[in-house]
């Protein structure tokens, strides 16, 4: 498995925080497999494992925001990156979006989003989402997943 993970960084992806509510609970979890999926509608599609603390929340909130990290931000991917936190929102600046979902002040930008659909994929699922709104927020480079090394665990 060793070159599938080290050729998988080598397909350009971003790194983004994708935070998700449900109107009671929040969470948030770093994801790199994210992708514009059509112009007309706007739409874009994420992958997400059904095991992760955020996933009953976004299946029940239906709604997201897609945060994007830029290039010096490992820090934060690697907070959101982490499961088994009880209070992984606390110590960032959060901003409400129009539809009630939280934004992460301090990326580059954020994609808006209401989930349209879903389907499994092997051990994930894709989570395919109408964008509502798209915002600018930093300047910035955006990070790259091979920039993130090990983060993830998949280098065995
Ligand atoms: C660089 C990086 C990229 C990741 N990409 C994804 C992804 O695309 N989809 C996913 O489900 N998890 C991804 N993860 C794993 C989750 O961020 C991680 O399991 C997190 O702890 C889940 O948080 P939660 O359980 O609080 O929801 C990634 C982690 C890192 C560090």
Redesign the pocket.
């Known amino acids: 498995m060793k070159t599938l993970y080290e050729l998988c960084k080598l397909i350009t992806q971003g790194?983004y925080v994708i935070a998700v509510t449900d109107g009671q609970r929040e969470?948030?979890?770093?994801?790199?497999?994210?992708m514009q999926v059509s112009f007309e509608p706007p739409m874009l599609v994420?992958?997400?494992?059904p095991q992760?603390?955020?996933?009953p929340i976004l299946k029940t909130g239906g709604r997201c925001t897609i945060n994007v990290l830029a290039k010096q931000q490992l820090g934060i991917?690697?907070h959101?990156?982490?499961?088994?936190?009880d209070d992984?929102m606390t110590g960032f600046q959060w901003q409400k979006t129009q539809q009630g979902t939280s934004a992460l002040a301090e990326s580059i930008g954020y994609f808006e989003c209401s989930v349209h659909h879903t389907t499994v994929a092997g051990d994930?699922e894709l989570i395919v989402c109408n964008i509502l709104d798209a915002v600018f927020l930093n300047p910035g480079e955006p990070m790259l997943?091979r920039d993130?090394g090990n983060?993830?665990g998949t280098d065995t």
């Open positions: 790194v969470r948030a979890f770093t994801a790199a497999w994210v994420f992958s997400i494992n992760h603390s955020s996933y991917a690697a959101f990156g982490r499961s088994g936190l992984k994930h997943y993130t983060m993830d």
